[in-house]
């Protein structure tokens, strides 16, 4: 079974950073897209950055030039850099990796499509 154990989130005045990390372990045996959520309080949770396996990465509008994503895929883990913090950047985050792991049926190993999320990590920004 995949596991993702997160890291990195606190309080921080504004205009703060703070470095977010996501580490997915379980027998894993490739990852795809990872990337990192929030979700604020009575708010759906939306989509924060995304990074593909070639690196390229995808940013919500809010956060463009402010958020970096970036990931170590001998280590299966990815990160948020979040600078210039802004109240309004107060959420939990949550990491979501998707990719292959080896799972064994029977006695019998096979490699399986799996979805993993983070437990969430909250992220305050308050003066």
């Keep these: ?60 509008d809010s956060v463009k030039d402010r958020f970096t994503i970036s990931r170590d895929n001998a280590n299966n883990t990815v990160y948020l850099q979040m600078n210039s913090l802004k109240p309004g950047d107060t959420a939990v985050y949550f990491c979501h990796v998707e990719g292959q792991n080896t799972v064994v049926t029977d006695g019998i190993p096979r490699v399986s499509d799996f979805e993993a999320w983070g437990q969430g990590t909250q992220v305050t920004v308050s003066s």
Aim: overall charge negative; proline content about 3%; hydrophobic content about 35%.
């Design 1 to 60: 079974q995949v596991q993702l154990v997160e890291s990195g989130g606190g309080l921080v005045q504004p205009g703060g950073s703070l470095t977010l990390s996501c580490r997915a372990s379980g027998s894993i045996v490739t990852t795809y897209n990872m990337g990192w959520y929030c979700q604020a309080p009575g708010k759906q949770r939306e989509l924060v950055a995304i990074i593909e396996t070639d690196g390229y990465a995808n940013y919500l």
